[in-house]
């Protein structure tokens, strides 16, 4: 069955670093967009980034650009999220979730919290 | 940017009602439209995509319709279940963005 399974979370500085992974099963990896999707404590989704399957194509919402960097490794069924110059409103569950034009998989999400 | 407006932001019904949840894009997103639900502390869940095709799965009492710009999610004869967020999401162009979501519960 698919999973996906993401893990790095945790707590971080403001102006600190930390990057997520998502790992992938059940199904050919290679074959699907990935997203990144967040929701902050008590509000709605907000979708972040996407990337294609070899890593050619990829957009990231207007608050994350320049800091946020999303990659994968097709060997490793893995999707990743370098995330710097982290401020306290990215404070969230982060979400990986496959496909770009719906998601139908989502993993279990990775609380970020930055405090100062 | 497409903005997405979900109305109402919540809604009160009984076991056995039919509740509507309206999505508006600012521009036309031709059939680019889905549907997530989200119980609390869970990750959210595929219901609708592209306007009307149910996700495998999801049970019948779940519809969709709408293009351009202007959607509809029907629950028919809500069940205990069903109590939930429900979010749109366009998918037409990136950035990909989500309505705020609408909050389903037991009245």
């Known amino acids: 069955q698919v999973q996906l399974v993401e893990s790095g979370g945790g707590l971080v500085k403001t102006g600190g670093s930390l990057r997520l992974s998502c790992t992938a099963s059940?199904?050919?990896?290679?074959?699907?967009?990935m997203n990144w999707i967040r929701q902050a404590p008590g509000k709605g989704l907000e979708w972040i980034s996407y990337?294609?399957?070899?890593?050619?194509?990829?957009y990231y919402v207007d608050s994350v650009k320049g800091r946020f960097t999303i990659s994968r490794d097709n060997a490793k069924n893995s999707l990743y999220l370098q995330m710097n110059s982290l401020r306290a409103d990215d404070t969230a569950v982060y979400y990986c979730?496959?496909?770009?034009?719906?998601?139908?998989?989502w993993g279990q999400g990775d609380l970020v919290t930055v405090s100062s | 940017d497409i903005q997405m407006t979900q109305s109402p932001s919540s809604l009160s019904a009984f076991v056995g009602d039919r509740v509507t949840i309206t999505c508006r894009a600012s521009?036309?997103?031709?059939?680019?439209l889905n549907w997530y639900q989200q119980k609390p502390g869970k990750a959210p869940k595929l219901v609708i995509s592209a306007v009307a095709t149910l996700h495998s799965g999801v049970t019948s009492r779940f519809s969709g319709s709408g293009s351009g710009t202007d959607f509809t999610l029907t629950i028919s004869n809500l069940q205990p279940e069903d109590f939930a967020t429900f979010y749109c999401?366009?998918?037409?162009?990136?950035?990909?963005?989500f309505g705020g979501g609408t909050k389903v519960e037991i009245k």
């Open positions: 990337i294609d399957h070899e890593s050619r194509t990829i």
């Open positions: 979730a496959r496909g770009h034009v719906f998601s139908d998989y």
């Open positions: 059940g199904f050919t990896f290679s074959d699907y967009y």
């Open positions: 999401q366009q998918s037409y162009s990136a950035p990909l963005t």
């Open positions: 521009q036309s997103i031709s059939s680019y």
